[in-house]
């Protein structure tokens, strides 16, 4: 079993900037890969980005703003957003590839004036 304990989601003004922190607890043999998704109203979860051992994927809309990173030691996966538009607006969800998926409870992160 795995545990996910997000945080740093919160209301931003446009062009502001957040970092959210999804960290990993219970038990398992390797983990295949740690991500974020969102999903805002009325839309379908959508991969933000990803990391699976040494390389990294993100969608389009957050390429150059967004930017994912890894601490294996503390299995903790962080995704730092700049340049934040209010279409970012959604719940992000931290995700964690073991032998099945495990979703953390998401958070919510408003870019709003």
């Known amino acids: 079993q795995v545990q996910l304990q997000e945080s740093g989601g919160g209301l931003v003004q446009p062009g502001g900037s957040l970092r959210l922190s999804c960290a990993a607890s219970?038990?398992?043999?390797?983990?295949?890969?740690m991500g974020w998704y969102r999903q805002a109203p009325g839309k379908q979860r959508e991969l933000v980005a990803r990391i699976s051992g040494g390389s990294t994927d993100y969608a389009d809309s957050v390429k150059g703003r967004f930017t994912i990173s890894r601490d294996n030691a503390k299995n903790t996966v962080y995704l730092q957003m700049n340049s934040l538009k209010p279409e970012d607006t959604a719940v992000y969800y931290c995700h964690v590839a073991v032998t099945r998926s495990y979703w953390g409870q998401g958070t919510q992160v408003t870019v709003s004036s």
């Open positions: 219970g038990s398992w043999f390797s983990i295949n890969a």
